[in-house]
C-alpha cells in the first residue's frame, strides 16, 4: 500500500509528534508514504471557505492535481483538510460545469483536475490495513486505559459529501481505540464541537466549549481523550493550563492523538514519540500503562 | 431594501431555506448556540424568509458558527444551515466584511503557501523526531490561483 501522504499545515509546521506518530504507525503496517512536491495548505475549510468558496475549491484541486500526478490516492492527517480535499474531489468528479471552470484556473498553472483518485483519513487507511494486520502488532496492549473518543467534525460531516461513518454517532475510532487494548469510554455530548472554528472571532467563547468538554469527559471517568485532528488537539491539549488561569475549572485531561495511541500499543516509547511534547501531562496515563516518560 | 438579494442567495432561499419551519434542532445542537446565546440559527433563517438578508449579511453573528455541520445534519428540512451561511460569509466577504483574523490567514496562505507559520523551532523540533525538514512551497501558483478565482483581498493587494 502507497499513499500520497499530505499532513497539511498545522500537523508539520505546529504538531510535529502528531505527524511523527502517524509515519511511525503507518511504517510499521508496511504503508508507504510519499511526499507530495510544492504541495501547499489544504485550502483551509473555516478562513478560506467562508471567504471565497471558488478560491477554496481551486486551491483544494490543485492539491488533488499533485497526487493524481502521482497516480496514488492521498491520505492526509488532517480532519480540516480531509473536508476540503475530499469535498473538493467529489464536487469536481460529480459537476462537470464546476470542474470545467476550476480547471480554467488551473490551466493558469498548467495544471488539470482529472478525477482519478481518492481521499482518504487516517482510519480508512488503518481499515484498509485490517483489524486482523494491526492485532498481529499489538505487542503493549493499553489494558485498563478508559479512553474517551473524540471524532471531531470535519472527519464526519457533512456526512452527504464525506459518507465516512454516521455524522452523529460512528463508531469507527471506538473501534480502533478497542483494537489497542484499551477501553472506549462512553461521555455525554460527545459530538460536541471542540470550537476551533470560533477561536478567530471569540477565543474565550471558543475556551469556554474545551472547558465543557473537558467536563463530561472527566465526568465519565476517562483516563484521557483520544483526537484525530490537530486542531482539536490545539484546543484541548494547548488550552487546559489558559482555562485554569483565566479562573475557568482545573483540567488536567491528557489528550492523545490516535495514532500515538497505536504507536505505544505497538511497544514503541514516548521517547520515540516525542510525547514530552504535548503541553498537558501525559504522565497520570504513563503511569499506568507503566512506562517511563 | 436598498439591493436586491444576489442571485445565488436568492436561489438558495427559494430551494431551501423557505422549507424551514422553526422548529429550533438547529439552535438546540449549535455549539456556538451553547457558548454565546445571542447566536441563533434559527433566527437567522426567519429572517432570511422574510427578506432581511442585507441585516443578516451584514451582522457580525455569521462569522461566529464553527462550521461544525451539526445544523446541516439535524435539520429535518434538510435547509442545510452551515452552507448557508457559508453562503452569507462569501457574500459579506466580496463586500468588504469579513473579519481581519479570517483575511489574515488570507494573507498567510499567499505569502507562504499555508496558514500556520513556519518557525526555526520546529524545524529542530521535526530534525530532533527525525522528520524531513519542511520546504517552502511554490507560492506563485498560489498567487495566480486567487487571482483567477477573483479572491478579493489577492485583487486588492495587486492594486496595492
Known sequence: ?293 | MTEEMPEGLRELVKEKVLFCYQCGSCVGSCPTARAIPEYNPRKMMEKLILGGWEEVLSSKLIWLCTLCHTCYEVCPQGVGISHIIIELRNLAAERGMAPAGFLESAKQMAATGWTTTLTGAIQRTRAELGLPEIKATDTEEIKKLMKATGFRPALEAEKG
Not at chain 1, 504538531?15 to 501547499?40: D, F, Q, T
Not at chain 1, 475549510?45 to 486551491?59: D, R
Not at chain 1, 481505540?177 to 477561536?199: D, Q
Open chain 1, 1 to 293: 500500500m502507497s499513499y500520497a501522504f499530505f499532513p497539511g499545515c498545522m500537523i508539520p509546521l505546529r504538531l510535529p509528534y502528531m505527524e511523527n506518530a502517524a509515519r511511525k504507525a503507518l511504517g510499521a503496517l508496511e504503508v508507504e508514504l510519499l511526499e507530495m512536491p510544492n504541495a501547499s495548505c489544504c485550502g483551509d475549510p473555516i478562513a478560506f471557505q467562508s471567504l471565497s468558496k471558488e478560491t477554496w475549491t481551486a486551491v483544494a484541486a490543485r492539491n488533488l492535481c499533485i497526487a493524481e500526478e502521482m497516480g496514488r490516492d492521498l491520505l492526509t492527517l488532517c480532519s480540516g483538510c480531509y473536508e476540503t480535499l475530499k469535498t473538493a474531489n467529489v464536487k469536481l468528479k460529480g459537476d462537470q460545469r464546476l470542474r470545467e471552470h476550476v480547471n480554467k484556473a488551473l490551466a493558469e498553472v498548467g495544471r488539470e483536475f482529472k478525477g482519478t483518485i481518492e481521499v482518504r483519513n487516517l482510519l480508512e487507511v488503518l481499515q484498509e490495513v485490517g483489524a486482523d494486520k494491526i492485532k498481529t502488532r499489538i505487542v503493549k496492549p493499553l489494558k485498563d486505559l478508559g479512553v474517551a473518543a473524540h471524532y471531531g467534525c470535519h472527519l464526519v460531516r457533512p456526512s452527504d459529501v464525506l459518507s465516512f461513518d454516521d455524522p452523529m454517532k460512528p463508531t469507527t475510532l471506538d473501534q480502533f481505540i478497542e483494537l489497542t487494548g484499551a477501553e472506549s469510554v462512553s461521555y455525554l455530548k460527545k459530538m460536541l464541537c471542540c470550537g476551533a472554528g470560533l477561536r478567530m472571532v471569540d477565543a474565550e467563547k471558543s475556551l469556554k466549549l474545551v472547558e465543557m468538554k473537558l467536563g463530561y469527559v472527566e465526568a465519565a471517568g476517562a483516563d484521557c481523550m483520544a483526537v484525530l485532528c490537530p486542531y482539536c488537539m490545539v484546543q484541548y491539549d494547548l488550552t487546559q493550563r489558559t482555562i485554569k488561569r483565566e479562573g475557568g475549572a482545573n483540567p488536567q485531561m491528557p489528550v492523545l492523538y490516535y495514532a500515538e495511541m497505536l504507536c505505544l500499543a505497538m511497544g514503541m516509547s514516548p521517547k520515540e514519540l516525542g510525547l514530552r511534547l504535548h503541553r498537558t501531562s501525559l504522565e497520570p496515563v504513563l503511569k499506568k500503562l507503566g512506562l517511563n516518560a
